[in-house]
Structures are given as C-alpha cells and as structure tokens.
C-alpha cells in the first residue's frame, strides 16, 4: 500500500495521511482545533446566519467574481435546477425516474429495483436507520448556558462489536457517537453500551424469581482505553483495578517500546493524540475488548445538534436480530440452560414462559438437574 505524501514539517498538528484513505499521521487533537481557530475568521465558524445578500456578497468578493455573475451562478446551481418533474405536479419521493442522469438517484434506482425482484418490502431496520440523527440536527438549547461554544471540536466515534461478534467485527459499527473536545473519555466510556455489561452473572435454576442484586456492568467496573502508546484507565471507584498492568509488564518482559499510563476520567478529547482512522482498543468486563475507530475531527457548525446536554449524541446503532425461544420461536431468549434433559439442544435457549412451564411444576419446584443462566439478548436493545 503506497504511502502518502508527508507534511515537511515535523510539529504539525493538522491531519496528514499516513497511508491513502485508511489512517492520518499523529496528531493533536487540542493543537489541531486551535491551527483553525487561527486560520478561520470567526465568522467563518459563527453560529449567526448572514442574510442572503450578505453572504452572496462575501462569496462573489472571495471567488473575484462580478454580480453578474454570481446571480447567473445562483441560477444554474438553484435547486430548481434538478427538478425531474414539472413544476406545478407534485412529485412521488418513492418514485425514481427511469432515465436520471443523477447517479445518487441511478444508485437508488438500482437498489429498489434489486429489492421488488426479492420482493423484499421495507422494515423498520431501513424506516429509521437515520431516525437518531434526523432527530437532532439543527437542534438548539431551551438556556443559552447549554450551548455548545463556538469553535468546539466535534469527533465522530465508531465503536465495533467485541471480538467475539465474527460476524460484524469488520463490517460494520455498532455504535457511532459524536463527542466534543471538553469531554472526557471516562463519557465516552459511560456512553458505551454493550451487551456484556448487562449479562447476570451466576446460575438461578433453584431460584429463578429472584432477581440478582447487580449486573456486569456494577460489579466489574474496572475497564481501559489504549490510544497512541498510552492505557487510560477507568478509576473512578475504589472496586476499580489497573487492568492494563498485566499487558505492560508482559511488553516490558519482551523487550516491546514502554507503555504509559493515565486516567480516563482526567483525559478529555482535546489533550489526545491520535490517528484520525486508526484502530484503537476500549477493553472491559476483563477480556471484552472493543475497536475504537476516530473517523472525523472538526470544528462545530450551525447546523449541527447545539445542544451540549445530548452528548455524547448517538446517530447510529446497528440492529441485530433477536434470538427466539427454541420451543415457542415468538418471544425473546431469557433463559439458557445447559444438562437439559426437557432441551431439544444443548445449551438451549427459552423464553421466560416457556422455561418456566417446561422446568417447574405447578407450585414452582423444580423438574430435573438442568442448569439455568439468565440470558440478555443483544436483539432486545435495537
């Protein structure tokens, strides 16, 4: 794979790409956003809205263009422009002409026609795939203080699947999250959800009404970030351990570059370096380890979600279907059981019903030596 071109100079701080399209050189994050601040007026970065004249004016003035001009301009590139029906109808937005020259539309086309021959309808994966960030564009606070400052980086975050997920652990993000610069890593660690977390821990086929006293997430706490070199841990708790230690004694045993350590709860966005692109690690629950992708880092605009008590704001989850009963195939696994002898497999999953009316007679005591675990499917949190 060819290298890109390098920057010259050594102490950059704006993005260079290492390799093309894959990942940036280092740098960081705080620098990165204050290179622009001096670059950019600040109008060029302010939430005010010029007005129309304004703004043509300014456009003309900075592509030395006459008025004539820039109103011949505003003609050709006028929405109107790509009108592919007569004014006065009302167009059908399901509908896509046959004979566009548009390729967003070529490509649209392509894929409805690809779905009426599968006779493949529209479920609710595709009616809100970008309902999270449809919600929030544009959105502004109800109190001036709640206002995200102006100049504010903004990062676009993909977190993937934990490593046993093989089925999309190179495909595609579970979540994707936008974080401003002030925050720390320690949110983005709380902004997290993984299926992981939630698991029970412990087997209740002698007790299943009773509920356990916590899930993963509560008695676990401990958890890491690792970017560029340095392992930032979760130690907000006094339960919470250094769960990094073990893989830098082990680098340092074999003679690897040191590794460092810090805080993530004292490590916001802005004092980061990173590669924008590059794979990074968050590892919870001890072994539960996720790949952390930066794919963006920008100043905020106008229309961007203004809100600063919404981040970190999710715009994207991935859905995954939900794993049915084994007996029933209607509702939702709750249960697993293994040594089943009333499983048609094993391990077996069960919802709550029909676990119960298979394993337990009439007053609730137990039928057989199975074993019973509380199941979380990830399917239940789309």
């Not at 622009?36 to 592509?63: G, H």
């Not at 493949?120 to 109190?143: C, F, M, Q």
């Not at 919404?310 to 009963?325: A, D, E, G, M, N």
């Not at 002898?341 to 030596?369: E, I, T, V, W």
């Amino acid at each position: 794979m060819a290298a890109s071109k390098c920057s010259t100079d050594p102490n950059t701080n704006i993005p260079d790409y290492e390799y093309t399209d894959v990942n940036t050189h280092i740098f960081h994050i705080g620098s990165f956003r204050n290179e622009w601040l001096n670059r950019l007026k600040p109008s060029n970065y302010s939430y005010q809205q010029e007005d129309e004249d304004t703004f043509d004016a300014n456009f003309a003035k900075e592509m030395g263009i006459s008025a004539e001009t820039m109103t011949d301009l505003k003609s050709i590139c006028s929405l109107d422009s790509l009108r592919c029906h007569p004014e006065d109808e009302q167009p059908d937005t399901e509908v896509v002409p046959p004979d566009s020259t548009l390729r967003t539309l070529v490509q649209r086309k392509k894929k409805q026609d690809h779905r009426a021959s599968l006779k493949i309808s529209k479920n609710r994966h595709d009616l809100y795939a970008d309902e999270l960030e449809r919600l929030t564009v544009g959105r502004k606070p109800e109190a001036v203080t709640d206002m995200v400052p102006e100049g504010e980086v903004i990062l676009t975050i993909n977190v993937y699947y934990p490593a046993i997920y093989e089925k999309f652990i190179y495909s595609r993000p579970h979540i994707t999250l936008l974080m401003t610069g002030s925050h720390s890593l320690a949110e983005l660690r709380d902004a997290i959800c993984c299926v992981s977390d939630l698991q029970v821990c412990g087997e209740f086929s002698n007790t299943p009404d009773i509920a356990p006293d916590f899930i993963s997430k509560d008695h676990y706490k401990s958890a890491f970030f690792f970017f560029e070199g340095v392992f930032y841990n979760d130690m907000r708790y006094p339960e919470c351990q250094d769960i990094s230690m073990t893989t830098i004694e082990w680098a340092k045993a074999h003679k690897f570059p040191p590794y460092s350590q810090a805080k993530m709860e004292d490590t916001r966005f802005m004092d980061l370096k990173v590669k924008v692109g590059f794979p990074y690690l968050y590892c919870h629950q001890g072994d539960c380890e996720h790949l952390v992708i930066i794919t963006d880092v920008r100043l905020s605009h106008k229309v961007d979600c203004l809100d600063k008590k919404l981040y970190p704001l999710l715009t994207h989850k991935h859905r995954v279907i939900t794993q049915k009963c084994a007996v029933c195939h209607v509702f939702i696994g709750r249960w697993f059981t293994t040594n089943d002898q009333f499983a048609p497999s094993d391990p077996c999953l069960f919802c709550d019903k029909c676990f119960r009316m298979l394993h337990y007679d009439a007053q609730g005591n137990k039928l057989g030596d199975f074993l019973a675990y509380p199941f979380v499917d990830p399917g239940a949190f789309n």
